[in-house]
């Protein structure tokens, strides 16, 4: 065994959906140093193309595109263009995702205000339009692959453990990594075994989309939120995004040659701890 290209990614494509974010963005740099093409694909082109002149700058391979998870006819047009450009696709990182104000409890909307149509549309940005239309578009080219692929989703600690006010998106979560499984087994068994699909499952990272629940607008000083959450995290820190690399490159790479199905934790311990 060749351990010094155990981790590499040298003659890969990888697609990654979300890429302009911040997490998808971390991601798709640390693809693109491993060694791998990556196509940054997102809703906002401007964020997009940001990233890939990171990579390029850095001296990485990259291309943006365009993508919206709730047009099918973006998906399968990225899927299409990346093709082209680069021939097929060896890995599929399913980063878009997030949580809507909207879908959120607070004092003023409880439970049974919660609008039908926000819980709708957090379910559909993380798991139809998040993973399951991207993994049926961008599967096929896989199917034509010699050594496979692999598909990589994002869960949450969330589907472990669903936190308060949240109860969209702790579902929506909860069934993504239910999805990972599902697909595991199916596209082994009725396709090809060296298509492997896992996921990982941060813990708490600040973003935007959260960051109006962990810190006080005014003062950027943590919540009781964001407190507690720290304080039921062994590691004593919110996630840094490039904490998020190298499990994925992991996962991207034959080192995980024989796992598929898994839904990897990364949390500082949030999952262990008891809270005694």
């Not at 139809?128 to 080219?141: A, M, R, T, Y």
């Not at 075994?193 to 989309?209: D, K, M």
């Amino acid at each position: 065994m060749d351990l010094s290209n155990l981790f590499g990614l040298k003659g890969k494509t990888a697609v990654v959906t979300g890429g302009g974010g911040v997490l998808g963005g971390a991601i798709a740099s640390g693809l693109a140093e491993a060694g791998a093409a990556v196509a940054v694909a997102d809703l906002l082109p401007d964020m997009a193309e940001s990233r890939v002149k990171q990579i390029l700058a850095a001296g990485g391979v990259a291309k943006a595109y365009g993508m919206d998870v709730f047009n099918p006819e973006t998906i399968n047009k990225c899927c299409q263009d990346v093709v082209a450009d680069f021939g097929t696709v060896n890995i599929l990182v399913n980063a878009v995702g997030g949580n809507m104000k909207g879908a959120t409890t607070a004092p003023e909307q409880s439970f049974f205000q919660l609008p039908v149509g926000a819980l709708s549309k957090v379910m559909e940005l993380n798991l139809i339009g998040g993973v399951v239309v991207p993994s049926q578009v961008f599967v096929k080219p896989m199917l034509s692959n010699r050594d496979g692929g692999v598909i990589i989703n994002i869960s949450s600690m969330n589907a472990f453990r669903p936190l308060t006010r949240i109860p969209g998106y702790s579902a929506a979560k909860a069934a993504v990594s239910n999805f990972t499984q599902w697909l595991a087994v199916h596209l082994a068994q009725e396709y090809k075994p060296l298509i492997r699909v896992n996921a990982i499952a941060p813990g708490f990272f600040l973003t935007e989309q959260n960051r109006y629940l962990m810190t006080e607008k005014e003062t950027g000083n943590l919540t009781a939120r964001g407190n507690t959450i720290l304080a039921h995290t062994p590691m004593g820190r919110f996630g840094d995004p490039d904490d998020l690399v190298g499990a994925v490159l992991w996962l991207a790479s034959d080192a995980s040659r024989f796992v598929t199905g898994v839904v990897l934790p990364i949390d500082g311990g949030f999952s262990a701890f008891s809270g005694v």
